[in-house]
């Protein structure tokens, strides 16, 4: 069972950064070199969405169009964690941000993951 912690969130001004981290616990290396790693967030009254992803082996990452270039996800596997560096922040970020896991590599949706975080509140005031 694949245990998964948010950490990071916060109130930024526009244009600010922050570092979210997301801790793994309850798994193997071994079992874990076979997962994607991704970070989901969703606003209020929206649906959750995909932000970015990254495979534990680190041979993989993906970005949604509206974050690349400010965002940056990536894993220390000595640490069993993974993070998502922002950048740039815009209001258009604000939501709550998920890290989750699974084993469907590539995977965009929320169906691909079976294993989520409790969520961390990223807020971004103009």
């Known amino acids: 069972q694949v245990h998964l912690v948010e950490s990071g969130g916060g109130l930024v001004q526009s244009g600010g950064s922050l570092r979210l981290s997301c801790g793994v616990s309850g798994v193997s290396s071994h079992t874990l070199s076979r997962y994607l790693m991704a970070w989901f967030r969703q606003a209020p009254g929206k649906e959750r969405r995909f932000v970015a992803s990254?495979?534990?082996?680190?041979?993989?990452?993906s970005y949604h169009d509206s974050v690349k270039g400010r965002f940056t996800i990536s894993r220390d596997v000595a640490w069993n964690r993974f993070y998502l560096q922002m950048d740039s922040l815009e209001p258009e970020d604000t939501a709550v941000y998920y890290c989750?896991?699974?084993?469907?590599?590539?995977?965009?949706?929320?169906?691909?993951?079976?294993?989520w975080g409790q969520g961390t509140q990223v807020t971004v005031s103009s």
């Open positions: 989750a896991a699974g084993e469907v590599m590539g995977s965009f949706s929320t169906n691909g993951y079976d294993y």
């Open positions: 990254i495979s534990w082996l680190g041979h993989m990452s």
